[in-house]
């Protein structure tokens, strides 16, 4: 189909195009121009093994088997059972869980195994208490694990708080909210006026084809 062809089929189905762009004036009016207030907040902890000589505990025999430790339980809390449980907990918005650890490929130490936990809500109370249902969520975890496997009290795997949590407001962007409603509106509006002009011209040819004679 060249220019002219969707020209023609644009100023054929201009009550299409007028409906697709209204809706889409409206969405970005209401909407786009007022985007909503978003909190993030964040915290930081580390996942330390046992402090003690002779370490029993066997998901912590090396340093990396805690930083794998700790990134198999962030897996389970994004996993869909596990935002089903933190959606049960109150958690409304969205959370991230970032395994990290102070290794690199020249230096593999693992020697801090730390994980940084996001969440984002409407309001600053409500995102910092959606990040302590998170961090509460993987503090039982861990701990339901280790007692899987029966480890003793003094030699369990703990988490302590390397950064404390905070929560700031994210920075929104009429224009972009506006140029992304528009584009998005204006292209769902063209595609429609074409499937429906294909639509109705199909069904048009197929009411107005002779039907055939029986010989």
Partial sequence: MNLPEVLQVFRRRWWILLGGFLVTALV???????????YRATEVFAVQPPQTPDIR????????????????????????????????AGVTGTYV??????????????????????ATE???????????????????????????????????????????????KLPNSRVRALG????LGGGLSLAAAMWADEFLLRRRRRAFSPEPVDA
């Fill in 28 to 38: 970005a009016w209401f909407w786009a121009a007022r985007p909503p207030t978003v």
């Fill in 180 to 183: 992304g409603s528009l584009l």
């Fill in 57 to 88: 505990n066997q998901l912590a025999v090396l340093r990396p088997s805690v930083a794998t430790f700790s990134a198999g339980v962030a897996q389970r809390l994004s996993s869909p059972s596990g935002k089903e449980d933190l959606r049960r």
């Fill in 97 to 118: 869980l970032t395994p990290r650890n102070s290794g690199t490929r020249q230096t593999p130490e693992y020697l801090i195994s730390s994980v940084q936990v996001t």
């Fill in 122 to 168: 409407a309001d600053e109370a409500s995102a910092l208490r959606s990040l302590a249902t998170v961090t509460a969520a993987f503090t039982r975890e861990l701990g339901q694990l280790q007692d899987a496997s029966n480890i003793a009290a003094g030699e369990r795997i703990t988490i302590t708080m390397l950064a404390a949590p905070d929560a700031v």
